[in-house]
């Protein structure tokens, strides 16, 4: 049950992210790889619920992703506000 809830929350999620970019004009793919990133490692996390697995690989792949999201906030534009 929650991790159906968390899956559609993650879809809403991207399909926000999605009509934010295209409304605020932001085009590029470097912009919006700490989405991707984020994303992933969310994605990521839900996977041991879906596929009955965990392990230590699962955690390295997403801290790598979270620290990639995070060196790749420099290319995110500033708000004109």
Avoid: D, H
Avoid at 19 to 32: H, P, Y
Avoid at 45 to 58: A, T
């Amino acid at each position: 049950m929650l991790t159906s809830i968390s899956s559609i929350v993650l879809i809403a999620m991207v399909a926000y992210y999605i009509r934010k970019r295209k409304k605020a004009g932001i085009t590029g793919f470097k912009s919006s790889l700490t989405a991707i990133c984020l994303f992933l490692a969310a994605v990521i996390n839900l996977s041991p619920k879906w596929f009955e697995f965990i392990g230590s690989l699962l955690w390295t792949i997403s801290m790598l992703l979270i620290v990639l999201g995070t060196y790749f906030t420099k290319y995110i534009p500033n708000s004109e506000k």
